[in-house]
């Protein structure tokens, strides 16, 4: 039987080949891996609206607890005010008491029947022991209206801390009512970013109309209406194009109820800062019965609002990444009315 041969081990060029076949391969199982599906545009469309939906109900709420904020810190500055002129009478109390106290221990050393005794113009003496009683009477009365500021100075620090605790509660929800909308913003947006210019631009189009009204440099509103209502209407055209900004009240950009605000503003009438609010102020208004400068009012948690215009639409400003428009108020699910 021959000798067996051991295989000769491959040489440098044929290992080469081989190393990067292998490390090809790995690379593309782990592009497989990594890579995800291109969504589409409509699929894209959808969560992008849904995310800036649930996005403008935190604004609102970022809204309220902002106006709620603002009240705390007023009414807590009131009471903190309230509560240092108080403690400035007690400290005017507290002198006028010492004086009184001084003069009675260098005055009460001695009986009152012995001194009588012992002086030797007893009328006089009388006349001084009335003077004392007199100041008797006033140290009792300095006493009593001590006693009574010091137990509103403790109510008014209890009002004090209880605000202060209010306000920093307020400040707390805030900050996270900001946090919540900064992330869905964030993951609206990184949905965008994986669509190309042109589809982008698709997801976030505007309403024709209100196209239409930024070619014509924001028209002035010539309709039915009068008054206050045309008012408030000329303003909301004027403000076509400009940027939905959230929590913004204008001039440069608006959210919806920072837009419908500012607009009844410019008709010297003053709403709520939000929409759950401002459906609560003014006359209910019937569907068939709308009329320029009603405010309408959108989805079950009346998180949006617009200004009716005519012609079954309205202005309003929309979401992230959209401009103050033309919509019709059949565009998203419809509540009710109220005229100011």
Known sequence: MGKRRKPSPPGRARMAVMTTALAGGAVLAAGTARAEPVPTLDAVKEQVDRLNEEAEQSIERYNGFQEKQQQLKGEADRIQDKVVRGQEAMNQLRTQLGVVAAEQYRNGGIDPSVRLMLDSDPSAYLARASAQNQVLD?????????????????????????????????????????????????????????????????????????????????????????????????????????????????????????????????????????????????????????????????????HHVGLYIGDGKMIHAPRTGKNVEVLAIDAMPYVGAVRP
């Open 138 to 302: 006033s140290q009792a009365a300095l006493l009593a209206q001590a006693r009574s500021e010091q137990r509103r100075l403790d109510q008014d620090r209890t009002e004090a801390a209880a605000a202060l605790a209010q306000l920093d509660a307020a400040g707390t929800a805030l900050a996270e009512e900001k946090r919540t909308i900064q992330e869905k913003l964030a993951k609206a947006q990184a949905l965008l970013n994986r669509l190309g210019a042109a589809d982008r631009a698709k997801v976030n189009a505007q309403e024709t109309a209100a196209r239409a009204s930024r070619a014509a440099e924001r028209p002035a509103y010539n309709g039915p209406a009068t008054g206050r209502a045309a008012a408030a209407v000329q303003f909301a055209y004027a403000q076509l194009g400009k940027p939905y900004v959230w929590s913004a009240t204008g001039p440069a950009g608006y959210d919806c109820s920072g837009l419908t605000g500012a607009a009844w503003k410019a008709a010297d009438v003053k709403l709520p800062r939000v929409s759950q609010d401002q459906w609560k102020v003014g006359q209910r208004i019937a569907r068939g019965d709308l009329q320029p400068g009603d405010l309408v009012f959108f989805y079950p948690d009346i």
